[in-house]
């Protein structure tokens, strides 16, 4: 496959949102990121009521009637049986439990509570499964209180996809943009022959390069907690310093974005912070080097990016069920958020004005990067939104990039794997 010579396109980056600059952590709890994600969503639901169920009125959770039909907007929680807690760690009467798969902690007996500022209610009814919901999730639900005291269920009502700005597919010249996630330099998976074809092709194809997280893999059992030696500390930076020399030639040759991702050297907990550009010397000095937050929010020629590395949608994995990821990805979207299970069981900085992971517009590509193989859909939404949506797999272990259109949206996979066997 043939690709035509690198144009320049006009690039925006948005990240400034996931930018933890003035914030002061001053011991405050997360109720207040979750009060910010209720008071937005409570708006674009309450926007969207009118034409949902026009005759039906709207009410808190302490104003349910018994047997009256009415709307409650809130956040969903989910009580799972199996969720971990900390507290059994330390709990002496140890009850037997189920065994589980260690990727999924969902079980039958899971059940959905609906909350407001006002109290709570249990969630019953055949119109929802809780294996499709997590915690965190902003709706608005039809129903009447039972002589239980349940909330039956009657109808549903997602904020669905954003507002998108429109752009005209087919209208320009053919640029590509290429994704690339999980370079674990420095692991024994990693394939320097690899980096090396990709840089290749690169050099003479792409327009961009987005490294989606987890480019270096430090070895195990050098932090364990002593003072580490001359020959420990080289060991530490090698991934690091290999990792510079491979970005640098990238950099020379086109523009390129970083991500952190959950191995990397950066905070831990959403939105991971830029890496230090100290880690790079060399690919530093090149404009057209940036270290980026994830997510990642940038616009490139008209066409708007959204991207992680991939913690958002392995942490839906985990506590829900889909087809596959991208359903995950699709429901991130019509729930207009990037993290809804944050921060219940997915680490992120306790905001306390605002939450950053709110979905205020539709991006024209959502990728996440780290997944265990490419998948992509175009997603299409009930105003006429169109999102190319993308996973991107570890590149350690299939030597497999994604390479997008920006004329049309249609990406492909870029296989630079290796096969020695003759």
Known sequence: MGFIGRGKPRAHEQDERFAIQKEKYGGQQYSQIYFARLHYMRSVLYSLIPNWKPQVPVCTVLGLEKGKECIIVGTIYKHMKLKPCVLDEYSKERSAVPIVKPHNFMHPDDHLVLEDESGRVKLSGDVFSPSTFVTGIVVALHGKETDAGDFLVLDILEAGLAPQIEFSLDSREEKYVVFVSGLSVGGSSSNPL???????AIASQIVRV?????????????????????KELSRLS???KELDIFITQLAAAVPL?????????A???????????????GASTYNTFTSCTNPHLFELDGVSFLGTSGQN???LEK???????LEFMERQLRWRHIAPTAPNTL???????????????????????????????????????????ICIPKFCKTGVAVALNLRNLECHTLSFSINLDM
């Open 267 to 281: 905070n831990f907990s959403l939105p991971q912070q830029p890496l230090h550009r100290c880690l790079f010397p």
């Open 313 to 315: 949608v392995d942490d």
């Open 238 to 240: 090698e991934p690091t």
């Open 210 to 230: 987005v490294i989606a997280g987890d480019s270096v893999e430090i070895p195990h059992g050098i932090l364990n907690g002593q003072n580490l030696g001359t």
């Open 319 to 325: 506590y829900s069920d889909a087809k596959d990821k």
């Open 194 to 200: 690899h980096f090396q074809l990709l840089e290749q």
């Open 257 to 265: 974005d970083i991500m952190p991702g959950p191995n990397d050297p």
């Open 347 to 389: 680490e992120c900085y306790p905001f306390t004005d605002r939450d950053p992971f709110f979905m205020e517009s539709c991006p024209h590509v959502y990728f996440v990067g780290n997944q265990n193989k490419y998948e992509s859909r175009l997603l299409k939404g009930s105003e006429g939104q169109i999102v190319r949506l």
